[in-house]
C-alpha cells in the first residue's frame, strides 16, 4: 500500500479542520528562530503555514512545501488574512523540488513521521541537507516514544486517526521514534547534528549539512 | 507561483532547470501554466497558483 497517498488523501480531506486546530506555532519553534535570519526560509510539511509565518518575519522569502493540496490552499488562505508573503510548492519531502545550496533557515517539524520506512526517512533528511547552505540551519521534529500516549519505548510504525466534527475519522501513517533512533536517522544522513532534545513528547534536531 | 520562484525551484527527480509556460497571469501571479525538466522533459502542472512538484508515481490522481 502507498502510504504516502494515505497521508496526502487524509489531509486534503481533513485540511480545513485540521487547520482549525493549528492554530498557534510550536515554542520549540519559536525558540530556534530567535535571533536567526537569512535571505531564504523553508518550511518542509508547512501544512496551514503557521510556522512559515514565523520564519517571514526572519527572512527575505519564504517556501512552504506540503504535499496536501487542501494543506496548501490553507496556507494561502492564512497568509492572505494574516499579510504574510508565502510562496507554496506542492511537493515531497523525500526529493524536494529545490535547488542545492539555497536554504538559510529550514523547519521541518511534525512531518517526517509520516513517511513510510527509514531508507525514505534518512533520504528526506539527505535532501534538507541538500538545500542547507553553507551556514544554513534546521530543525527537525518527529513525535516520539516519550509523549504520555505510547507505552513502548522502542520506536514503531501505527496508525492514528483523525476524527472530523461529523464523527468521520480518516487513518493517518505515523512512525514513532525512540529518541535514540531519532538520533541514529540523524546520524546516518549528510546532516550534522547541533542540538538535541526532548521536549512535549517530540524529539527536536537542530542540524546543519556535514561539512 | 510569482515567476521569481524558477530561481528556487527545479526538477523533483534530477535536480535540473524547469522551464516555464504561462496560461494564465493574474499581475505577478502565475495562476496555470506547466513546468517542464529541461534535463527529463517531465511535465509538472501548475494549477490554482500552486505548481505541482511531485515526483511522478505520487502525482498520480493528486488533483484533488
Not at chain 2, 9 to 31: F, S
Amino acid at each position: 500500500m502507498d502510504e504516502s497517498r494515505t497521508v496526502r488523501e487524509t489531509y486534503d480531506r481533513i485540511a480545513a479542520h485540521f487547520a482549525s486546530t493549528r492554530e498557534h506555532p510550536w515554542p520549540e519553534v519559536e525558540t530556534f528562530l530567535e535571533g536567526r535570519e537569512g535571505s531564504l526560509g523553508l518550511d518542509i510539511g508547512c501544512a496551514n503555514g503557521r510556522h512559515a509565518q514565523l520564519l517571514a518575519a526572519c527572512t527575505d522569502r519564504v517556501l512552504g512545501v506540503d504535499v496536501s493540496r487542501g494543506l496548501l490552499r490553507e496556507a494561502r488562505d492564512r497568509a492572505n488574512s494574516r499579510r504574510f508573503a508565502v510562496d507554496l510548492v506542492q511537493g515531497d519531502a523525500a526529493t524536494l523540488p529545490i535547488r542545492p545550496g539555497r536554504v538559510d533557515i529550514a523547519v521541518y517539524v511534525a512531518t517526517i513521521h509520516h513517511l513510510r520506512d527509514r531508507e525514505t526517512r534518512v533520504r528526506s533528511l539527505d535532501e534538507l541537507a541538500r538545500v542547507l547552505g553553507p551556514d544554513g540551519r534546521a530543525l527537525v521534529s518527529a513525535w516520539s516514544t516519550a509523549h504520555d500516549r505510547f507505552d513502548s519505548e522502542e520506536g514503531f510504525d501505527t496508525t492514528i486517526e483523525w476524527t472530523l466534527p461529523g464523527g468521520e475519522t480518516l487513518p493517518r501513517f505515523y512512525h514513532i521514534y525512540a529518541p535514540e533512533e531519532f538520533r541514529a536517522e540523524v546520524a546516518d544522513s549528510a546532516l550534522a547534528l547541533e542540538a538535541f532534545e526532548v521536549s512535549s513528547g517530540n524529539c527536536y534536531a537542530t542540524v546543519r549539512r556535514e561539512q | 507561483m510569482k515567476e521569481s520562484l524558477m530561481e528556487i525551484v527545479c526538477c523533483p527527480i534530477d535536480k535540473a532547470d524547469l522551464e516555464l509556460d504561462v496560461e494564465e497571469r493574474d499581475g505577478e501571479e502565475i495562476v496555470s501554466g506547466t513546468l517542464t525538466c529541461t534535463e527529463c522533459g517531465e511535465v509538472y502542472p501548475i494549477e490554482d497558483g500552486i505548481p505541482n512538484l511531485l515526483p511522478p508515481d505520487m502525482r498520480e490522481d493528486a488533483t484533488a
